[in-house]
């Protein structure tokens, strides 16, 4: 039995390469693959959208058909200063996908992170007032979302609001305007661009009060006739968490609200996670005993991933009629930010390209979820 469970890996690797041949040979464009299922995306750096990462972009063009931004359009990026809009690599970014014929998604209008100190702050360097944060976020939202109307299909327009248990968490944003700026920013966003869809989007909603709290977020929002498209699942997953059931009856819960479900940054991290990290976007500092694989993945953990992958796209595509797109956060391994999260320099191998731009296991068992159903 344990010699079974050692070989197993080999034998299915064994037989991936069989069946799909060598990365050169076998390799179908994933959008061709789930071209009857869904869309399937990544979130692009500056270098790949603007001519600096040649090998990226070309796996980008070849495999994807909607795109997200890393960074480009966050709050700190288009206004970093009141009134000073920078467009500059945004505007190379949507260019990228219009020329690309893909879906171009915008992310993300507001969040607690990534969002300038002035944002908060009134004339006097005290708490901004009620009305002024209600004025900064209308004229920013119309700014950006109205450069791009007719432009950028989807909008990340709330990132985050939630806590672990369902409640709202406590950002500047909820201290300063109450749970009202939620819908003022998707109200912001609809009047910029009535055609896009508007998503809520969040992590770990395979967690069920998280889950639950989304939903009653979403439902209260309809309530007051205010129009949202969608929620984004972001799915930051790792080998063991969170179970295939919970991935599963989170998309079906979704499903229930007619609206659109869209997984908007997979990725899966196989490196342990330190016991001191609060949960939350903040780096801990480098520790060796924390970076096992240094040069290499060994090929137990590589057939590891790859079968966790094929799991989690088996669910995908069973359920491939409540699922816009499905987006992988960054492109090769090495443009991953689980290089830096949740511990600085580690080196990790979360997605389906190593870090010489070839497609690794993990994209051969992703492909066979749609090719090789049982
Ligand atoms: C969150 C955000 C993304 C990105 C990732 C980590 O999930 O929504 O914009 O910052 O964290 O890179």
Known sequence: MLSLMKTAPLM???????????????????????????????????????????RGADIVTTNFNTISPENVLKWE?????????????ADKYVAFGQEH???IVGHTLVWHHQTPKWVFEGPDGKPVSKELLKERLRKHIHTVVGRYKGRIGAWDVVNEALNEDGTLRNSAWLKILGKEYISLAFQFANEADPSADLFYNDYSLENEPKRKGAIALVKWLQSQNIRVSGIGTQSHHMLDQPSIADQERTIIDFGKLGLKIAITELDVDV??????HSGDIVSVAYREGLDPYKKNLPDEMQQRLAARYADIFRVFVKHHKLIDRVTFWCVTDADS???????????????????????????????STLNHRQ
């Open 12 to 54: 299915f690797s064994f037989f991936v390469t069989l069946i799909f041949g060598t990365a050169s040979l076998g390799q179908q464009p994933l959008k061709d693959v789930f071209a009857n299922h869904f869309r399937i995306g990544a979130a692009l750096n500056s270098k790949q959208f603007s001519g600096r990462d040649m």
């Open 77 to 89: 990026s288009v206004e970093p200063v009141e009134g000073k809009f920078d467009f500059s690599e």
């Open 101 to 103: 014929k893909m879906l």
């Open 271 to 276: 490196l342990p996670r330190p016991r001191d």
């Open 337 to 367: 930010w689980l290089n830096g999260w949740p511990v600085q320099g580690r080196t990790n191998y979360p997605l389906l390209w190593d870090r010489s731009g070839k497609p690794k296991p993990a994209f051969f068992s992703v492909i």
